[in-house]
């Protein structure tokens, strides 16, 4: 289990040392894609009762 805990920090370390993970977090620090997400997993369930 520690083992993977470092292996999860130094991912997460390296994810947010490249590019992709600077525009990732970025848009994980934006509260319109967060509300793009919930729209998406209201719809997805919705959809699934309908």
């Known amino acids: 289990m520690k083992d993977e805990m470092g292996t999860i920090k130094w991912?997460?370390?390296e994810f947010r040392r490249s590019p992709a993970g600077h525009?990732?977090?970025s848009l994980l620090a934006s509260p319109w894609t967060w509300v793009a997400i919930a729209g998406m997993w209201l719809g997805s369930k919705v959809?699934?009762?309908l």
């Open 11 to 13: 991912l997460w370390f």
């Open 23 to 25: 525009i990732l977090l």
């Open 47 to 49: 959809g699934g009762w």
